[in-house]
Nanobody, 124 residues
């Protein structure tokens, strides 16, 4: 059983920054690719970023490229999402997810464990 606990969400003004964290337990962390997804009310969950188990490979959805950075610290079993230049449309509940393999993926079906989510609200 894998447990994922997100933190770091909150209210920020447009143009500001937040760093989300996701602490994992229950599986060898470096063997799991990790992903960040987000969801707003009435919409499907959408992919944001993913990182391979080693941290070498990263993949982003186009609308966050250049603004968001995914990283991980395998010694701390934690994955991060640094979000800069935030926009009102980035407002959502952000979820981290763990894959059973080390290869990153942008597909939600590729992940077998999910955190509870953390709210990010960007005021314009």
């Amino acid at each position: 059983q894998v447990q994922l606990v997100e933190s770091g969400g909150g209210l920020v003004q447009a143009g500001g920054s937040l760093r989300l964290s996701c602490a994992a337990s229950g599986r060898t962390f470096s063997s799991s690719a990790m992903g960040w997804f987000r969801q707003t009310s009435g919409k499907e969950r959408e992919f944001v970023a993913s990182i391979s188990g080693s941290g070498i490979s990263r993949y982003y959805v186009d609308f966050v490229k250049g603004r968001f950075t995914i990283s991980r610290d395998n010694a701390k079993n934690t994955v991060y999402l640094q979000m800069n230049s935030l926009k009102a449309e980035d407002t959502a509940v952000y979820y981290c997810a763990a894959r059973p393999t080390a290869t990153y993926s942008q597909y939600s079906s590729a992940y077998d464990y999910w955190g509870q989510g953390t709210q990010v609200t960007v005021s314009s």
